[in-house]
């Protein structure tokens, strides 16, 4: 991820700062306070660091279906994209208008919007990981969408409380993650997300 951004920020006339990567299990401190493994992995802008889960790619795999290497890069992908909104000021608009008092939860708030625009920027990775690297193998493609279906948030409350409750949505449906993640792929233009 970081090769990749360092290269379209530069592109863009920019300089990218890396995240730090912090690997946990069980549970962690970060500047956005104490996160269980319940939380799974997540960023946080306050200290900028992308905190890993490791129990959480066993339970992708385990629990959710969505096994593979590429599943696993979608979600460090997935982190690193809110970090990326953190550089361009999309983190901090986003807490403005919540500040403001502006929806932020439920399948139109702007958290779900957040986290789409992370999983198009995941996408935008990819797609320029590939053209750098040719590294993707047949079935890796489909690893990271299996993954975005399995952690939408329909397919996550459907299994969890036997409904689904749009008004309480924080990262979008299976489908939503699904498409967001294409944009980026198929275009490679973070402008698109």
């Excluded at 901090?92 to 919540?98: I, K, L, T």
């Excluded at 008092?101 to 958290?111: K, V």
């Amino acid at each position: 991820t970081e090769d990749t951004w360092d290269a379209l920020f530069a592109q863009a006339g920019g300089q990218y700062r890396q995240p730090r990567l912090v690997l946990f299990s069980g549970g962690v401190s970060s500047a956005c306070g104490f996160a269980s493994s319940a939380v799974g992995p997540f960023y946080c802008p306050a200290d900028r660091q992308v905190y890993l889960d490791l129990q959480f790619f066993a339970e992708l795999e385990q629990r959710f279906g969505a096994a593979g290497d590429f599943a696993q890069a979608y979600v460090i992908a997935h982190e690193v994209g809110h970090h990326v909104q953190t550089l361009l000021g999309i983190s901090r608009q986003v807490e403005a208008a919540r500040q403001r008092g502006e929806p932020m939860e439920g399948a139109g708030g702007l958290l779900v919007r957040q986290e789409l625009q992370a999983d198009c920027l995941a996408g935008v990775w990819a797609y320029h990981a590939q053209q750098r690297l040719d590294w993707m193998e047949e079935g890796d493609l489909e690893e990271a969408l299996n993954a975005a279906t399995a952690i939408g948030d329909d397919r996550l409350q459907q299994r969890g409380r036997g409904q689904v409750v749009p008004d309480s949505f924080t990262h979008g449906t299976s489908e939503q993650r699904v498409r967001w993640f294409r944009i980026g792929f198929a275009s490679g233009e973070a402008g698109r997300c």
